[in-house]
C-alpha cells in the first residue's frame, strides 16, 4: 500500500493524544498528512498534551485554519485518500450528521460523504444521549465509519500509550495504512 494523503481533524474533545499519536504513526510510515486543529482542538492538545498547535502542524506537511473555507479540502475536487476526526466533539459529530458546514472540518467532513470516499470519526464521549447516539448512526448511513476511543485490553497493555495505540492501531487497520502492524488477537494463549 503506498503513501497517502490523509486530512486529520482534531477537535475539542477530551483525547486529543488519539489525534497526536495517529499523526505521527501516519508520518512515520511515510504518508502526506494535513491537519485542522479547531480552536477548542486547540485548547484540549495544550491543556492534556503541553503540545501546541504550531508544533503540532511543524511537524505534517500542511495545516489548514478551522476557519478558511476557501481552503482545498473545502472542495470536493481536491484530492484525499481518507479523512479521520480524532478525537471528535459532539458537536462536530452533530454538524457531520447534518451537513451543517460552518468550518473547514464540517466542510471537509461533508465532502468526503460526497464524494464517497473513507471518514473516520473517533468520538471520545462517555455517557452518549440519545442524540449523540442517533447523529451516529445518521453518519454510519451516510456512509462514515465511526471508531470509538475505547481502548482494548486482550493485548495486555502496560502503559497509557499502549492503550492509546489500541485505538490508533483500529483507525490504521481502516486507513489500509502502510504503519505499524496491528495487534492481532489470535485466539487464547
Ligand atoms: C478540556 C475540555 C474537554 C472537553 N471534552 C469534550 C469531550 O470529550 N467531548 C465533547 O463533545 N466536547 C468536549 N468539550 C467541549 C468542546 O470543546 C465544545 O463543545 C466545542 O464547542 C467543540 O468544538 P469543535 O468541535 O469545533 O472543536 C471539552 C472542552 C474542554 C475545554
Same mark, same amino acid.
Given at each position: 500500500m503506498g503513501a497517502k494523503r490523509v486530512l486529520v481533524a482534531m477537535t475539542?474533545? /477530551?483525547?486529543s493524544i488519539y489525534g497526536l499519536r495517529l499523526i505521527r504513526a501516519l508520518k512515520a510510515a511515510g504518508n502526506e498528512v494535513q491537519v485542522i486543529i479547531s480552536r477548542w482542538g486547540e485548547e484540549t492538545l495544550k491543556y492534556e498534551t503541553g503540545i501546541d498547535r504550531e508544533t503540532l502542524v511543524a511537524e505534517v506537511d500542511r495545516g489548514y485554519d478551522?476557519?478558511?473555507? /476557501?481552503?482545498?479540502?473545502? /472542495?470536493?475536487s481536491y484530492h484525499l485518500d481518507a479523512m479521520v476526526v480524532?478525537?471528535? /466533539?459532539m458537536k462536530t459529530l452533530a454538524g457531520i450528521a447534518h451537513g451543517y458546514a460552518d468550518n473547514l472540518v464540517g466542510r471537509a467532513a461533508d465532502c468526503s460523504l460526497k464524494e464517497r470516499r473513507k471518514l473516520i470519526l473517533v468520538p471520545r464521549e462517555s455517557p452518549l444521549n440519545l442524540i449523540h447516539i442517533r447523529n451516529m448512526a445518521t453518519v454510519t448511513e451516510a456512509g462514515a465509519i465511526v471508531i470509538p476511543a475505547s481502548p482494548a485490553f486482550w493485548h495486555r497493555p502496560k502503559t497509557i500509550e499502549d492503550l492509546v495505540d489500541s485505538v490508533v492501531e483500529r483507525v490504521l487497520s481502516h486507513l489500509s495504512s502502510a504503519g505499524e502492524k496491528a495487534a492481532e488477537w489470535t485466539g487464547l494463549d
Amino acid at each position: 500500500m503506498g503513501a497517502k494523503r490523509v486530512l486529520v481533524a482534531m477537535t475539542g474533545a /477530551s483525547g486529543s493524544i488519539y489525534g497526536l499519536r495517529l499523526i505521527r504513526a501516519l508520518k512515520a510510515a511515510g504518508n502526506e498528512v494535513q491537519v485542522i486543529i479547531s480552536r477548542w482542538g486547540e485548547e484540549t492538545l495544550k491543556y492534556e498534551t503541553g503540545i501546541d498547535r504550531e508544533t503540532l502542524v511543524a511537524e505534517v506537511d500542511r495545516g489548514y485554519d478551522e476557519n478558511d473555507l /476557501s481552503a482545498p479540502p473545502a /472542495s470536493g475536487s481536491y484530492h484525499l485518500d481518507a479523512m479521520v476526526v480524532i478525537p471528535c /466533539s459532539m458537536k462536530t459529530l452533530a454538524g457531520i450528521a447534518h451537513g451543517y458546514a460552518d468550518n473547514l472540518v464540517g466542510r471537509a467532513a461533508d465532502c468526503s460523504l460526497k464524494e464517497r470516499r473513507k471518514l473516520i470519526l473517533v468520538p471520545r464521549e462517555s455517557p452518549l444521549n440519545l442524540i449523540h447516539i442517533r447523529n451516529m448512526a445518521t453518519v454510519t448511513e451516510a456512509g462514515a465509519i465511526v471508531i470509538p476511543a475505547s481502548p482494548a485490553f486482550w493485548h495486555r497493555p502496560k502503559t497509557i500509550e499502549d492503550l492509546v495505540d489500541s485505538v490508533v492501531e483500529r483507525v490504521l487497520s481502516h486507513l489500509s495504512s502502510a504503519g505499524e502492524k496491528a495487534a492481532e488477537w489470535t485466539g487464547l494463549d
